[in-house]
């Protein structure tokens, strides 16, 4: 197992009706600046539960913060957080409105251009204060409820940031919150959570076994409720299960000691940026198609998740793999989500766009053992027509 240091510092409150709890949760003299994305929030009634609950606090409301947040939007919220003295920010939605609040917390108080945020990778920056954030979940998927980063979108790339002083303080997880999502968002969400926790899992062996057997616990679980959750939109178990299951992908603790590949991601974040395919189902496009191009890179761990997760024994090894990526392609399908790039619109003549696009984002050695070139990201966009 490789050395690592565990910290994760925010509280979930779990279960229905604990929306109520934000009166205890938010301190009682905060000037709380209000976040969420379209207005399905509105809608259902979900923001007047939480203004209420709020209680006699100063409350100032940010609605608009898009699926794939825009740094222009953000910096909007940027400006009324500081107009407005703003001290609290409480984020109501889905993993965009909550990776996009965690940007906001960042640049209210980062002294430099808000740009500067994104761009820390190549060019580090001082970021050492940032308003305290809570979260009321209201779509499974990303596991940003429970994490110190997100991804933002700004002109025509996706700029992936982290830092611990962007954990929630808190998170409220209701699964009866996403009974009145459509299916395309359950689905999606179902995905982004299997590809986080095989990008932590299908990588190299490390003996990693509590972090192994944790895994495949999320991936069989996933498996086990994807329809349902799909077919009985207010069963709460299943609902329940997908919401933990997300958090628990992307929280720090199955990637803690083990190697972890984020390729289908960055691959994916292009699709997004270039074509506007939602993220989980650009990582369903991609994910077979990286396993088949890199087969015999990822041979062990692929013949362990066969065997642990699809329980396929039988067979050479080639086959076994070969049935692993079938059954995990027919999963995806299953759930109503296609997996090749052809569904989408696209064709074999955007793969060089694609590449020129990875290169201008200094995308040209991913994977585990930043082996994968770009030639070898056009393997995999080729084999994902």
């Given at each position: ?9 925010t509280r979930i409150v ?5 929306i ?5 949760l938010?301190p ?5 600046l ?8 509105k ?5 007047d539960?939480?203004?209420?609950a709020l ?20 910096m ?26 965690k940007?906001i917390a ?12 994104l761009?820390s ?6 970021l050492s204060?940032a ?7 209201t ?15 700004h002109?025509?790339?996706k ?10 303080q ?24 299997f ?10 062996p ?6 192994d057997?944790?895994?495949e616990?999320i991936?069989?679980t ?12 207010t ?25 972890q ?21 650009t990582?369903?496009?991609i ?15 692929l ?5 642990r ?8 090894e ?10 995990t ?6 759930l109503?989500v ?8 696209v ?5 060089d766009?694609l590449?020129?696009?990875?290169e ?7 994977g585990?053992?930043?082996e994968?070139t ?12």
């Amino acid at each position: 197992m490789l050395h690592f240091e565990y910290y994760n510092p925010t509280r979930i409150v779990f279960g229905k009706d604990r929306i109520s709890r934000l009166d205890h949760l938010v301190p009682a003299t905060a000037r709380v600046l209000l976040l969420y994305g379209g207005g399905s929030a509105k809608k259902f009634g979900t923001l007047d539960r939480v203004i209420e609950a709020l209680g006699g606090r100063s409350v100032a409301e940010f609605g608009g913060i898009e699926p794939n947040p825009r740094f222009s939007t953000l910096m909007r919220a940027v400006e009324t957080a500081r107009q407005e003295n703003i001290d609290f920010l409480l984020a109501v939605g889905g993993g965009s409105v909550m990776d996009g609040t965690k940007f906001i917390a960042l640049a209210t108080r980062y002294p430099g251009h808000g740009e500067d945020i994104l761009l820390s990778r190549s060019k580090p920056v001082r970021l050492s204060e940032a308003l305290p954030i809570g979260t009321v979940v209201t779509l499974p998927a990303t596991g940003s409820e429970m994490n110190a980063g997100g991804v933002i979108s700004h002109q025509a790339g996706k700029y992936v940031f982290s830092h611990p002083l962007v954990y929630p303080q808190f998170s409220i997880l209701d699964p009866t919150l996403t009974f009145t999502l459509p299916p395309t968002q359950i689905a999606n969400g179902i995905i982004d959570a299997f590809i986080h926790t095989v990008e932590q899992y299908v990588t190299l062996p490390a003996e990693g076994r509590f972090q192994d057997r944790t895994a495949e616990g999320i991936l069989r679980t996933l498996i086990e409720i994807g329809k349902t959750t799909l077919n009985d939109p207010t069963d709460y178990d299943a609902r329940a299960n997908l919401m933990w299951c997300a958090t628990n992908a992307l929280n720090g603790l199955i990637g803690a000691g083990v190697p972890q590949d984020w390729s289908t991601h960055m691959i994916g974040h292009e699709l997004t940026a270039m074509f506007g395919i939602d993220h989980a189902k650009t990582l369903a496009i991609i994910q077979p198609a990286a396993w088949t191009v890199r087969a015999r890179e990822k041979r062990d761990k692929l013949l362990q998740y066969a065997e642990r997760v699809w329980d396929l024994r039988e067979g050479s090894e080639e086959e076994r793999i070969a049935a692993a990526i079938g059954r995990t392609r027919d999963f995806f399908e299953e759930l109503g989500v296609a997996t090749r790039l052809s569904a989408y619109g696209v064709g074999a003549e955007r793969i060089d766009d694609l590449i020129r696009a990875l290169e201008t984002h200094g995308m040209t050695a991913l994977g585990e053992k930043r082996e994968i070139t770009l030639e070898v990201s056009r393997r995999i966009l080729e084999t994902a027509l």
